[in-house]
Protein backbone atom coordinates (compact mmCIF):
# COMPACT_ATOMS: atom_id res chain seq x y z
CA UNK A 1 0.00 0.00 0.00
CA UNK A 2 1.40 3.48 -0.70
CA UNK A 3 0.76 6.22 1.74
CA UNK A 4 2.76 8.89 1.14
CA UNK A 5 1.33 11.80 -1.57
CA UNK A 6 3.99 12.15 -4.35
CA UNK A 7 3.15 15.58 -5.03
CA UNK A 8 1.17 17.46 -7.44
CA UNK A 9 3.63 16.45 -10.78
CA UNK A 10 3.52 12.31 -9.72
CA UNK A 11 -0.07 12.54 -8.68
CA UNK A 12 -1.31 13.96 -12.04
CA UNK A 13 1.18 12.85 -14.13
CA UNK A 14 -1.17 12.36 -17.28
CA UNK A 15 -1.92 16.55 -16.86
CA UNK A 16 1.88 17.65 -17.14
CA UNK A 17 4.07 16.76 -20.23
CA UNK A 18 7.39 17.01 -18.43
CA UNK A 19 9.12 17.04 -16.38
CA UNK A 20 9.54 12.67 -15.78
CA UNK A 21 7.92 12.92 -11.97
CA UNK A 22 11.08 10.92 -11.65
CA UNK A 23 13.41 14.41 -11.68
CA UNK A 24 10.61 16.22 -10.14
CA UNK A 25 11.75 19.15 -7.51
CA UNK A 26 9.11 18.69 -4.97
CA UNK A 27 8.36 19.16 -1.75
CA UNK A 28 5.18 16.78 -1.98
CA UNK A 29 2.83 19.71 -2.47
CA UNK A 30 -0.87 19.39 -3.06
CA UNK A 31 -2.84 17.19 -1.25
CA UNK A 32 -4.33 19.51 1.15
CA UNK A 33 -7.10 19.37 2.92
CA UNK A 34 -11.33 20.48 1.96
CA UNK A 35 -12.75 20.91 5.08
CA UNK A 36 -16.62 20.81 5.58
CA UNK A 37 -17.58 24.57 7.25
CA UNK A 38 -21.09 23.39 8.85
CA UNK A 39 -20.31 25.96 11.54
CA UNK A 40 -20.64 28.67 9.21
CA UNK A 41 -23.57 27.15 7.23
CA UNK A 42 -25.83 26.96 10.34
CA UNK A 43 -26.31 31.01 10.26
CA UNK A 44 -27.10 31.29 6.85
CA UNK A 45 -30.65 31.77 5.21
CA UNK A 46 -30.56 28.61 3.05
CA UNK A 47 -28.83 24.68 3.89
CA UNK A 48 -25.88 24.26 1.37
CA UNK A 49 -22.98 22.54 1.46
CA UNK A 50 -19.54 24.59 2.10
CA UNK A 51 -16.52 23.61 2.22
CA UNK A 52 -12.63 25.15 2.48
CA UNK A 53 -9.73 24.05 0.67
CA UNK A 54 -7.30 24.87 2.94
CA UNK A 55 -3.87 25.70 0.60
CA UNK A 56 -2.05 26.74 3.91
CA UNK A 57 -1.27 23.17 4.30
CA UNK A 58 0.90 23.02 1.57
CA UNK A 59 4.65 23.00 2.16
CA UNK A 60 5.03 26.69 2.65
CA UNK A 61 1.88 27.59 3.68
CA UNK A 62 0.04 29.02 0.20
CA UNK A 63 -1.09 27.99 -2.81
CA UNK A 64 2.23 28.99 -4.45
CA UNK A 65 3.76 25.72 -3.95
CA UNK A 66 1.82 24.15 -6.44
CA UNK A 67 3.17 25.97 -9.29
CA UNK A 68 6.66 26.67 -7.95
CA UNK A 69 7.33 22.93 -8.05
CA UNK A 70 6.29 22.54 -12.30
CA UNK A 71 8.19 26.47 -12.74
CA UNK A 72 11.79 25.08 -11.16
CA UNK A 73 11.85 22.09 -12.11
CA UNK A 74 11.26 22.65 -15.53
CA UNK A 75 13.82 25.70 -14.98
CA UNK A 76 16.37 23.20 -13.80
CA UNK A 77 15.75 20.92 -16.74
CA UNK A 78 16.34 23.52 -19.02
CA UNK A 79 19.94 24.20 -17.16
CA UNK A 80 18.87 27.76 -14.95
CA UNK A 81 21.51 29.04 -12.53
CA UNK A 82 19.14 31.37 -10.54
CA UNK A 83 15.56 32.20 -9.84
CA UNK A 84 13.73 35.61 -9.75
CA UNK A 85 10.25 37.04 -8.66
CA UNK A 86 8.82 40.05 -7.41
CA UNK A 87 6.24 38.66 -4.66
CA UNK A 88 3.94 40.23 -2.06
CA UNK A 89 5.14 37.51 -0.13
CA UNK A 90 4.26 33.66 -0.70
CA UNK A 91 5.73 33.39 -4.30
CA UNK A 92 9.26 34.82 -2.87
CA UNK A 93 9.03 31.89 0.14
CA UNK A 94 7.93 29.32 -2.26
CA UNK A 95 10.68 30.17 -4.70
CA UNK A 96 13.08 30.65 -2.16
CA UNK A 97 12.10 26.82 -0.49
CA UNK A 98 12.24 24.84 -4.50
CA UNK A 99 15.24 26.83 -5.34
CA UNK A 100 17.13 25.52 -2.21
CA UNK A 101 15.70 22.08 -3.58
CA UNK A 102 17.09 22.12 -6.86
CA UNK A 103 20.23 24.09 -5.71
CA UNK A 104 19.31 27.52 -7.48
CA UNK A 105 20.29 31.00 -6.38
CA UNK A 106 16.99 32.67 -6.02
CA UNK A 107 16.58 36.77 -5.63
CA UNK A 108 13.09 37.92 -4.15
CA UNK A 109 11.93 41.49 -5.16
CA UNK A 110 9.28 43.06 -2.64
CA UNK A 111 7.57 46.26 -2.15
CA UNK A 112 8.17 48.55 0.16
CA UNK A 113 6.81 47.61 3.35
CA UNK A 114 3.42 45.22 3.75
CA UNK A 115 5.34 41.91 3.24
CA UNK A 116 4.37 39.98 6.37
CA UNK A 117 6.53 38.84 9.07
CA UNK A 118 6.27 35.43 8.75
CA UNK A 119 6.66 35.35 4.55
CA UNK A 120 10.15 37.38 4.56
CA UNK A 121 11.37 35.11 7.28
CA UNK A 122 10.89 32.36 5.25
CA UNK A 123 12.53 33.75 2.14
CA UNK A 124 15.73 34.85 4.53
CA UNK A 125 15.52 31.55 6.33
CA UNK A 126 15.93 29.62 2.80
CA UNK A 127 18.61 32.15 1.93
CA UNK A 128 17.32 33.87 -0.80
CA UNK A 129 18.62 37.35 -1.63
CA UNK A 130 15.88 39.58 -0.92
CA UNK A 131 15.52 43.01 -2.39
CA UNK A 132 12.94 45.53 -1.51
CA UNK A 133 12.32 48.06 -3.81
CA UNK A 134 11.16 51.48 -2.57
CA UNK A 135 7.62 51.18 -4.63
CA UNK A 136 4.85 48.84 -5.18
CA UNK A 137 4.09 45.24 -6.22
CA UNK A 138 3.45 46.35 -9.70
CA UNK A 139 6.81 48.21 -10.05
CA UNK A 140 8.11 45.33 -8.59
CA UNK A 141 7.17 42.64 -10.87
CA UNK A 142 7.74 45.16 -13.65
CA UNK A 143 11.44 45.36 -13.08
CA UNK A 144 12.05 41.40 -13.23
CA UNK A 145 10.06 41.12 -16.01
CA UNK A 146 12.61 43.13 -17.75
CA UNK A 147 15.83 41.84 -15.50
CA UNK A 148 14.57 37.92 -16.94
CA UNK A 149 13.96 38.85 -20.13
CA UNK A 150 17.56 40.36 -20.71
CA UNK A 151 19.59 37.80 -18.23
CA UNK A 152 20.05 34.49 -17.41
CA UNK A 153 17.69 34.29 -14.70
CA UNK A 154 14.45 32.41 -14.35
CA UNK A 155 11.25 34.38 -13.79
CA UNK A 156 9.13 32.47 -11.31
CA UNK A 157 6.03 34.93 -11.23
CA UNK A 158 2.52 33.21 -11.94
CA UNK A 159 3.58 35.03 -15.90
CA UNK A 160 5.42 32.08 -16.02
CA UNK A 161 2.80 29.38 -17.44
CA UNK A 162 4.59 26.62 -15.92
CA UNK A 163 3.37 28.08 -12.84
CA UNK A 164 -0.28 28.58 -13.99
CA UNK A 165 -0.19 24.83 -15.34
CA UNK A 166 1.05 23.59 -11.59
CA UNK A 167 -1.77 25.59 -10.01
CA UNK A 168 -4.21 23.54 -12.05
CA UNK A 169 -3.86 20.73 -9.83
CA UNK A 170 -6.29 22.43 -7.15
CA UNK A 171 -9.26 22.07 -9.23
CA UNK A 172 -8.32 18.34 -10.00
CA UNK A 173 -7.77 17.59 -6.28
CA UNK A 174 -11.22 19.53 -5.27
CA UNK A 175 -13.46 17.20 -7.93
CA UNK A 176 -11.19 13.80 -6.52
CA UNK A 177 -12.44 15.09 -2.82
CA UNK A 178 -16.06 15.53 -4.12
CA UNK A 179 -16.27 13.01 -6.52
CA UNK A 180 -17.98 16.18 -9.26
CA UNK A 181 -16.99 19.97 -9.41
CA UNK A 182 -18.43 21.49 -6.79
CA UNK A 183 -21.27 24.32 -7.84
CA UNK A 184 -19.64 27.67 -7.04
CA UNK A 185 -15.63 27.97 -6.61
CA UNK A 186 -14.58 31.37 -4.56
CA UNK A 187 -11.08 32.78 -4.72
CA UNK A 188 -9.29 35.15 -4.05
CA UNK A 189 -8.07 37.42 -6.64
CA UNK A 190 -4.82 39.65 -6.70
CA UNK A 191 -2.70 38.58 -10.19
CA UNK A 192 -5.48 36.11 -11.18
CA UNK A 193 -3.53 33.97 -11.95
CA UNK A 194 -4.96 31.85 -9.52
CA UNK A 195 -8.47 32.24 -10.63
CA UNK A 196 -6.79 31.66 -14.34
CA UNK A 197 -5.21 28.19 -13.24
CA UNK A 198 -8.44 27.26 -11.38
CA UNK A 199 -10.73 27.17 -14.01
CA UNK A 200 -8.09 25.88 -16.46
CA UNK A 201 -7.83 22.65 -14.17
CA UNK A 202 -11.46 22.19 -14.07
CA UNK A 203 -11.56 22.31 -18.24
CA UNK A 204 -8.45 20.11 -18.70
CA UNK A 205 -10.16 17.69 -15.93
CA UNK A 206 -13.43 17.52 -17.96
CA UNK A 207 -11.87 17.16 -21.15
CA UNK A 208 -10.07 13.92 -19.78
CA UNK A 209 -13.71 12.18 -19.01
CA UNK A 210 -12.75 12.86 -15.11
CA UNK A 211 -15.92 15.10 -14.31
CA UNK A 212 -19.14 16.19 -16.22
CA UNK A 213 -20.22 20.10 -14.53
CA UNK A 214 -18.01 22.83 -14.16
CA UNK A 215 -18.41 25.30 -11.23
CA UNK A 216 -19.24 29.39 -11.77
CA UNK A 217 -15.79 30.90 -10.91
CA UNK A 218 -15.98 33.57 -8.33
CA UNK A 219 -13.06 35.76 -7.84
CA UNK A 220 -12.89 38.10 -4.88
CA UNK A 221 -11.13 41.67 -4.80
CA UNK A 222 -10.66 43.79 -2.06
CA UNK A 223 -12.42 47.05 -2.44
CA UNK A 224 -9.18 48.85 -2.34
CA UNK A 225 -7.66 46.63 -4.71
CA UNK A 226 -10.17 45.95 -7.24
CA UNK A 227 -9.07 47.22 -10.66
CA UNK A 228 -10.87 44.19 -12.33
CA UNK A 229 -14.41 45.02 -10.86
CA UNK A 230 -13.75 48.83 -11.60
CA UNK A 231 -12.27 48.33 -14.99
CA UNK A 232 -8.99 50.30 -14.49
CA UNK A 233 -5.46 49.96 -13.29
CA UNK A 234 -5.51 51.15 -9.26
CA UNK A 235 -2.42 52.98 -9.08
CA UNK A 236 -2.26 52.85 -4.82
CA UNK A 237 -3.83 49.85 -4.14
CA UNK A 238 -4.41 49.58 -0.18
CA UNK A 239 -5.99 46.45 1.79
CA UNK A 240 -5.11 44.93 4.66
CA UNK A 241 -5.28 41.75 2.46
CA UNK A 242 -1.65 42.28 2.02
CA UNK A 243 -1.29 39.35 -0.71
CA UNK A 244 -4.05 40.71 -3.26
CA UNK A 245 -3.02 44.06 -2.78
CA UNK A 246 -2.49 44.34 -6.80
CA UNK A 247 -3.64 47.35 -9.23
CA UNK A 248 -2.72 45.90 -12.12
CA UNK A 249 -2.97 41.80 -12.52
CA UNK A 250 -0.98 40.12 -14.55
CA UNK A 251 -3.36 37.74 -15.49
CA UNK A 252 -6.38 40.31 -15.80
CA UNK A 253 -7.99 39.05 -19.20
CA UNK A 254 -7.65 35.06 -17.90
CA UNK A 255 -10.16 36.03 -14.55
CA UNK A 256 -12.43 37.91 -17.00
CA UNK A 257 -12.48 34.93 -19.55
CA UNK A 258 -12.75 32.24 -16.15
CA UNK A 259 -15.89 34.50 -14.85
CA UNK A 260 -17.25 34.87 -18.33
CA UNK A 261 -17.14 31.35 -19.08
CA UNK A 262 -18.60 29.56 -16.25
CA UNK A 263 -20.98 31.74 -15.70
CA UNK A 264 -19.59 33.32 -12.76
CA UNK A 265 -18.73 36.71 -11.30
CA UNK A 266 -15.63 38.79 -10.25
CA UNK A 267 -16.64 41.09 -7.35
CA UNK A 268 -15.13 43.02 -4.20
CA UNK A 269 -15.80 43.01 -0.95
CA UNK A 270 -14.32 45.30 1.73
CA UNK A 271 -11.67 45.27 4.59
CA UNK A 272 -14.53 44.78 7.10
CA UNK A 273 -16.10 41.79 5.37
CA UNK A 274 -12.33 40.27 4.77
CA UNK A 275 -11.82 40.59 8.75
CA UNK A 276 -15.08 39.26 9.46
CA UNK A 277 -14.78 36.19 7.87
CA UNK A 278 -11.00 36.02 8.76
CA UNK A 279 -12.32 35.91 12.29
CA UNK A 280 -15.35 33.00 11.95
CA UNK A 281 -13.18 30.82 10.22
CA UNK A 282 -10.17 31.17 13.00
CA UNK A 283 -13.48 31.45 16.22
CA UNK A 284 -16.36 28.97 14.68
CA UNK A 285 -14.52 26.58 12.51
CA UNK A 286 -11.02 26.13 14.28
CA UNK A 287 -8.61 27.47 10.43
CA UNK A 288 -6.48 29.96 10.90
CA UNK A 289 -5.90 31.70 7.35
CA UNK A 290 -4.33 34.77 5.98
CA UNK A 291 -6.59 37.72 5.88
CA UNK A 292 -6.15 37.49 1.97
CA UNK A 293 -7.73 34.11 2.23
CA UNK A 294 -10.61 35.45 3.96
CA UNK A 295 -11.87 37.07 0.65
CA UNK A 296 -13.02 33.97 -0.33
CA UNK A 297 -15.51 33.43 2.63
CA UNK A 298 -16.17 36.84 2.68
CA UNK A 299 -17.71 37.09 -0.86
CA UNK A 300 -19.29 33.69 -0.24
CA UNK A 301 -21.41 35.07 2.55
CA UNK A 302 -21.91 39.09 0.79
CA UNK A 303 -23.78 36.88 -1.99
CA UNK A 304 -25.24 34.19 0.66
CA UNK A 305 -26.54 36.97 2.99
CA UNK A 306 -28.20 38.97 -0.20
CA UNK A 307 -30.24 35.56 -0.63
CA UNK A 308 -28.17 34.67 -3.69
CA UNK A 309 -28.63 31.16 -3.33
CA UNK A 310 -31.41 28.71 -2.92
CA UNK A 311 -30.18 25.81 -1.20
CA UNK A 312 -28.48 23.10 -1.93
CA UNK A 313 -25.69 24.22 -3.78
CA UNK A 314 -22.29 23.01 -2.94
CA UNK A 315 -19.53 25.68 -2.27
CA UNK A 316 -15.67 25.88 -2.17
CA UNK A 317 -13.72 28.18 -0.56
CA UNK A 318 -10.27 28.40 -1.72
CA UNK A 319 -8.21 29.40 1.72
CA UNK A 320 -5.05 30.51 -0.09
CA UNK A 321 -2.51 30.94 2.81
CA UNK A 322 -1.82 29.89 6.22
CA UNK A 323 -2.60 32.33 8.91
CA UNK A 324 1.14 32.35 11.02
CA UNK A 325 2.24 33.80 8.07
CA UNK A 326 1.01 36.91 9.20
CA UNK A 327 0.65 36.81 13.38
CA UNK A 328 0.87 40.79 13.59
CA UNK A 329 -2.47 40.47 11.45
CA UNK A 330 -4.05 39.04 14.98
CA UNK A 331 -2.57 41.55 17.49
CA UNK A 332 -3.53 44.37 15.46
CA UNK A 333 -7.31 43.35 16.04
CA UNK A 334 -7.77 41.02 18.78
CA UNK A 335 -6.78 41.80 22.44
CA UNK A 336 -3.65 39.01 23.40
CA UNK A 337 -3.16 37.32 26.95
CA UNK A 338 -4.91 38.52 30.27
CA UNK A 339 -1.87 38.90 32.41
CA UNK A 340 -2.33 38.38 36.11
CA UNK A 341 0.22 37.88 39.20
CA UNK A 342 1.88 34.01 39.46
CA UNK A 343 -0.91 32.83 42.09
CA UNK A 344 -3.67 30.22 41.28
CA UNK A 345 -6.57 32.54 43.16
CA UNK A 346 -5.60 34.41 40.34
CA UNK A 347 -5.75 31.86 37.47
CA UNK A 348 -9.10 30.51 39.13
CA UNK A 349 -10.74 34.03 39.15
CA UNK A 350 -10.35 34.81 35.16
CA UNK A 351 -11.77 31.20 35.04
CA UNK A 352 -14.89 32.72 36.78
CA UNK A 353 -14.45 29.95 39.69
CA UNK A 354 -13.58 33.03 42.50
C1 LIG B 1 -0.78 34.89 -4.31
C2 LIG B 1 -1.89 34.90 -3.33
C3 LIG B 1 -3.19 35.31 -3.66
C4 LIG B 1 -3.54 35.85 -5.00
O1 LIG B 1 -3.46 34.88 -6.02
P1 LIG B 1 -3.36 35.38 -7.53
O2 LIG B 1 -3.03 34.16 -8.29
O3 LIG B 1 -2.29 36.40 -7.56
O4 LIG B 1 -4.69 35.96 -7.87
C5 LIG B 1 -4.17 35.21 -2.71
N1 LIG B 1 -3.91 34.79 -1.45
C6 LIG B 1 -2.67 34.39 -1.10
C7 LIG B 1 -2.43 33.94 0.30
C8 LIG B 1 -1.62 34.43 -2.02
O5 LIG B 1 -0.41 34.06 -1.63
Redesign the pocket.
Known amino acids: MRTTWRGIVAEYAPFFGSPDPASVVTLQEGGTPLVPLDRIVRDLPVPLSLYAKIEGANPTG?F?DRGMTLAVSRAAARGARALICAS?G??SASAAAYGVRAGLRVFVVIPDGKISRGKLAQAIVHRATVIQVEGLFDQALAIVREVASTHPVALVN?VNPDRLEGQRSVAFEIVDQMGEAPDYHFL????????TASWAGYNAYRAAGRMAGLPRMMGIQAEGAAPIVLGHVVEKPETVAS??R?GNPASWQGALDAARDSGGAISSVSDEEILEAYHLLSSREGIFC?P??AASLAGFLKRARAGAFSGGERVVCTL??HGLKDPDAVFRSQPAEIRVPARKEEVLSVLGFS
Do not use: D, H
Open positions: SKTNTSPVGNAGNIAIIEASTG
